[in-house]
Every structure is written in structure tokens, then in C-alpha cells.
């Protein structure tokens, strides 16, 4: 049986964004998040969610990660626990779809700190910005290889002429995707929520 998709604008996208201490999914703590939901096809400014974590005893922050996001212990420590900050996330991705740029680190981390903190996880469907800027690429040229694209936040933006960010900041980038998102479903045409899977 063949079951229609909604209209990609009837769901309410949560643009999510983590910094964390390194990069690997294991070990490395998430030291910020920052969530904007898209609704009705509008960026909700209001509705955002930014909080800095408190990496648990032991949490290691890279000196590369550092050079990258800037943040140090300082001003980690006295930022709510993982325990206090993943039922935000929970509720907002209980509403609707996840969106983010590069599914595989952010959703890794996500699902592996939900697991530890022994909530469930809530399995939200989701959009990665970088699988449509591969599809739309593919789109205007079967034969292009994933490998030149440009698929960095700051410089897939540039290419669909949307402003320059402070990059590395949580709620900046997930404005910054959700931005990008709305600029690539428009070149792709996607109607449906399905045509953004």
C-alpha cells in the first residue's frame, strides 16, 4: 500500500548543533547544544534552545577542539549536566524531524549519550543537509564525484550565496544548517517530506 508523505512544510524541523571536546564518538564530551526549529517553512528565532554542558568527571576537551570552538573547562564547569540537558533535546525532537549537517558525527553522539544517561532514544527521522547538497549536486551532474563537493557548513552556504558565520558556534550553526536547508530544498523542489530523505 502506497501512503502519500505530508508536505515538507506541514513538519517541524529542530536544526541541532553540538560542539564537542573531539571528535570521537566514544570518549568525547558534548560540551554545547544548540537547537532552532523550522515551522510552517520559517526559521523560529524564538524558539531557540542554547545551553553549554558540563562534561562528566573525566570528560577530556582536545586542544584541537579548543582551537576550533574555544571552549575551555572554565567556562564548562558551571554549566548544567548532560542529565539536565538531554530531556530538552528529547522534547524538542518528540515534536518532529532533526535536521543537521553531517548526520553520522552529531547523531552518534546523541544516540550514545541518551544511551548513557538511560533515556530512550526517541528515533526522530531525520534530514542531513549534506546528503541534499550531494543530491542536488548529482541532480545537475550524474557523473560528479561526492569528493569535490564543497561540503563544509560555512563553505556549502557560500555556494548557495548565503551570508558568512561565526562557525563553531552552536546555535549559530544550527541556524546556519537550517538556513542552508531551506535554500537546498528550494533548488531540489522537494514538495514532500519524503523528497528530503
Not at 577542539?65 to 525532537?93: F, Y
Not at 518528540?94 to 552518534?108: F, K, N, P, Q, S
Not at 541534499?132 to 563553505?155: F, M, W, Y
Request: proline share 7%.
Amino acid at each position: 500500500m502506497f501512503f502519500r508523505s505530508p508536505p515538507w512544510d506541514s513538519a517541524v524541523y529542530w536544526s541541532l548543533d553540538l560542539e564537542t571536546g573531539g571528535l570521537d564518538t566514544k570518549t568525547s564530551p558534548i560540551l554545547a547544544v544548540g537547537m532552532v526549529p523550522v515551522r510552517g517553512g520559517m526559521i523560529r528565532l524564538r524558539e531557540s534552545y542554547r545551553t553549554l554542558v558540563r562534561p562528566e568527571q573525566g570528560g577530556l576537551i582536545s586542544p584541537v577542539s579548543v582551537q576550533a570552538h574555544q571552549l575551555v573547562w572554565r567556562e564548562v564547569r558551571e554549566a548544567p549536566p548532560l542529565g539536565d540537558v538531554l530531556p530538552e533535546i528529547d522534547r524538542r525532537l518528540r515534536e518532529g524531524v532533526l535536521l543537521v549537517h553531517g548526520a553520522e558525527i552529531d547523531v552518534a553522539f546523541l544516540r550514545r549519550d541518551f544511551g548513557r544517561m538511560d533515556v530512550t532514544w526517541p528515533s526522530p527521522r531525520i534530514v542531513d543537509t549534506m546528503r541534499l547538497l550531494v543530491r542536488n549536486a548529482q541532480l545537475k551532474d550524474p557523473c560528479l564525484s561526492r569528493d569535490v563537493l564543497a561540503l563544509n557548513l560555512s563553505r556549502a552556504r557560500a555556494g548557495y550565496g548565503l551570508p558568512e558565520y561565526q562557525a563553531h558556534d552552536a546555535l549559530a550553526d544550527a541556524v546556519a544548517t537550517a538556513e542552508l536547508f531551506l535554500a537546498v530544498r528550494m533548488a531540489l523542489g522537494a514538495r514532500t517530506l519524503r523528497d528530503l530523505r
